[in-house]
């Protein structure tokens, strides 16, 4: 597939999975993912990796920070907008607005360091929030906000030590027969974050 160019990130991106079907109008990145896509490494080894989910996606270097507001039209269990690093096919995290077994919507991240985890954090009222991925030299760190001034730090973690990563935008829908995810005030900021605590 050719090259993307989104407001708002200063490099072209690329498919490491394609979608199902997508759209770039207005600023606004829309993303379908199909039935049972996802990005996940079973840590018990039961079941073979998963990584279909569609993932646009673009070479970053050096410390930065990328936001987006996120919303999901939830269906199915697991259905999710997220954003993501990705350092390699066995080193990559993503932090997701996902729909909970409970039916709640929740942020949760996943980091992939040969085998995935899996943390919960915390409900969200309603089907959208602000996601951020910093990177501050060898680490990054995770962060959530409802009105994108007010961060809450979500993981603070290491990957495979690379020079360049790939980083962007993800949907899936892991047990579901599709999922429409979308991503809007998308910013690029080439800066490395403040304050790891408060995300300012």
């Known amino acids: 597939m050719a090259a993307v160019t ?51 996606v673009g070479s970053a270097d050096g410390d930065f920070m990328l936001k987006a507001r996120v919303h999901v039209d939830f269906a199915a269990t697991f259905d999710a907008a997220a954003l993501i690093v990705h350092a390699g096919e066995r080193a990559w995290a993503k ?15 996943v980091v992939t360091r040969g085998v995935s985890d899996d943390c919960n954090s915390q409900l969200v009222d309603g089907d959208s929030i602000w996601l951020r991925i910093s990177r501050l030299g060898a680490a990054f760190a995770l962060h959530a906000s409802m009105d994108g001034s007010l961060w809450q730090l979500v993981r603070h973690f290491a990957l495979d030590r690379v020079e360049t990563v790939a980083i962007g935008f993800l949907a899936q829908s892991p047990l579901g027969e599709g999922c429409r995810a ?13 304050d790891l605590r408060s995300g300012a």
């Open 6 to 56: 989104l407001a708002g990130m200063p490099f072209p991106l690329r498919w490491l999975s394609p979608p199902a079907a997508w759209s770039h109008a207005q600023d606004v990145l829309t993303i379908d993912a199909g039935p049972r896509t996802d990005w996940f490494v079973d840590p018990g080894g039961s079941s073979a990796p998963v990584l279909t989910a569609p993932a646009l």
């Open 95 to 109: 932090l997701c607005l996902e729909r909970s077994p409970q039916a709640e919507p929740m942020v949760v991240s």
């Open 182 to 194: 979308s991503f809007d005030e998308i910013g690029f900021d080439s800066r490395r974050l403040g």
